[in-house]
């Protein structure tokens, strides 16, 4: 089935993670109506996909469509509400390709969609040469760990895994991806890339 300009359907597992399993097999449900943005599924199967190489975004933008039918994809938690449920199906939603920002495919994960995914920066305190407290998760800094192709015409950023990067608070949103905590934001939302303490 191909879909119509930018739009894939994926097909979730349930609407939200309601559920901690514990290393001895015990689990705990976690009432989900307290914050449920928090716990919503942000992944699906890819059942979908729009037609073509390159889908053009809502700013107009040109986007590498490098999904396929059967691969996991994370999407924005908006994404799973009765307003994009496809019609006669329980489990199927509609997302624009601009709003998923990674996939997996045979256990690899692959930015796509113009995003960055950045593994926190973590701030240790000291006093002399003695650490004090508990780090805390740096929100303006952290390390890129995987990069999408960048949207067409526009430059490669040079960025590599490892690299450290800054960043506005405003786009610190963090998203559990594979039992890891990212930073999700687009190659836009990056100031710049930290070079001997300083920002380059």
């Given at each position: 089935m191909n879909m119509i300009g930018q739009r894939i359907a994926v097909k979730v597992a349930k609407k939200y993670n309601d559920e901690v399993e514990f290393s001895s097999g015990e689990k705990l449900y976690i009432d989900v109506t307290w914050n449920p943005e928090h716990h919503v599924t942000i992944c699906g199967e890819v059942v979908a996909l729009p037609r073509g190489e390159w889908c053009k975004n809502t700013r107009g933008d040109w986007i590498k469509q490098e999904l396929q039918v059967g691969d996991l994809a994370y999407f924005n938690y908006l994404t799973v509400d009765k307003d994009n449920l496809v019609t006669g199906e329980r489990d199927v939603y509609l997302v624009d390709?601009?709003?998923?920002?990674?996939f997996v495919r045979s256990g690899e994960l692959t930015a796509i969609s113009n995003y960055v995914l950045v593994e926190p920066h973590m701030i240790e305190e000291k006093i002399g040469s003695i650490y004090v407290g508990v780090p805390k998760r740096s929100e303006e800094e952290g390390y890129v760990r995987f990069i999408?192709?960048?949207?067409?015409?526009?430059?490669?950023?040079?960025?590599?895994?490892?690299?450290?990067?800054?960043?506005?608070?405003?786009?610190?949103?963090?998203?559990?991806?594979?039992?890891?905590?990212?930073?999700?934001?687009?190659?836009?939302?990056?100031?710049?890339k930290v070079v001997n303490g300083g920002t380059a």
């Open positions: 390709l601009e709003e998923c920002f990674c999408s192709k960048p949207l067409k015409g526009k430059d490669d950023l040079g960025l590599v895994n490892g690299d450290m990067v800054r960043f506005h608070e405003r786009n610190a949103f963090l998203n559990k991806i594979e039992d890891v905590e990212y930073y999700v934001m687009r190659q836009d939302d990056l100031l710049g």
